[in-house]
């Protein structure tokens, strides 16, 4: 018998399920532009090749600092705090009342 694959998308792929046309992330999503400090969720979308872990998919962090065409985000796990580097393409602003 040969061992499973336990990769990166393994039981998640329902979570991936696309409700809408491929072609409807536009330029915009491309070129968004955030501030240090300002609230934001993970939402993956788009190509899978940069994609953040599904475990945080839909967390909300807080953005630290910019780094090439991405961002650093700070994400809170119960007590624990993990620092991630998001394309800003999988990322999007929260309102005010949302806790991080």
Request: glycine residues 8%; proline residues 5%; charged residues 30%.
């Amino acid at each position: 018998m040969t061992k499973r694959s336990h990769g990166l998308f393994v039981g998640r792929t329902r979570h991936l399920a696309r409700h809408h046309k491929p072609s409807s992330l536009s330029v915009n999503d491309y070129i968004k532009k955030f501030e240090v400090g300002e609230k934001v969720a993970i939402v993956p979308k788009g190509n899978t090749r940069d994609i953040p872990h599904p475990r945080y998919r839909g967390r909300i962090g807080i953005i630290t600092e910019k780094r090439g065409a991405s961002y650093v985000v700070k994400v809170r796990i119960m007590s624990a705090e993990r620092t991630l580097i998001v394309p800003a393409i999988h990322l999007e602003r929260v309102k005010e009342g949302a806790k991080a």
